[in-house]
């Protein structure tokens, strides 16, 4: 059985960091793509980074580029997403969907496979 377990979500004052982690267990992390998710109070649940199963190709949703960088250990059967220079929008719950596969489409939730439960992130003015 597949698990994603996200965890590093907080409160922090605009202008600070965080650092979210996505453990995975239940199978082969070497072929699989990441991506993080969030969905804030009222709103859709949007896309906001992914990489491919190398972490060599990465994507950005526009507003979180310069600031947000995603990669994934192998070794550790995790993946992260630093996030720096927060702003109050960043303001949801995260969460993290893990496929095999290819990487086509990645910005679209409905082709991951397994997600995690997610994690909040408070971004205070």
């Known amino acids: 059985e597949v698990h994603v377990v996200e965890s590093g979500g907080g409160l922090v004052q605009a202008g600070e960091s965080l650092r979210l982690s996505c453990a995975i267990s239940g199978f082969t992390f070497d072929g699989v793509a990441v991506a993080w998710f969030r969905q804030a109070p009222g709103k859709e649940r949007e896309f906001v980074a992914a990489?491919?199963?190398?972490?060599?190709?990465?994507d950005y949703e526009d507003s979180t580029k310069g600031r947000f960088t995603i990669f994934k250990d192998n070794a550790k059967n995790t993946g992260y997403l630093q996030m720096n220079s927060l702003k109050p929008e960043d303001t949801a719950i995260y969460y993290c969907?893990?496929?095999?596969?290819?990487?086509?489409?990645?910005?679209?939730?409905?082709?991951?496979?397994?997600w995690g439960q997610g994690t909040q992130v408070t971004v205070s003015s």
């Open positions: 969907g893990v496929r095999k596969g290819d990487y086509t489409d990645y910005q679209y939730g409905g082709r991951y496979d397994h």
């Open positions: 990489c491919d199963w190398s972490g060599g190709t990465t």
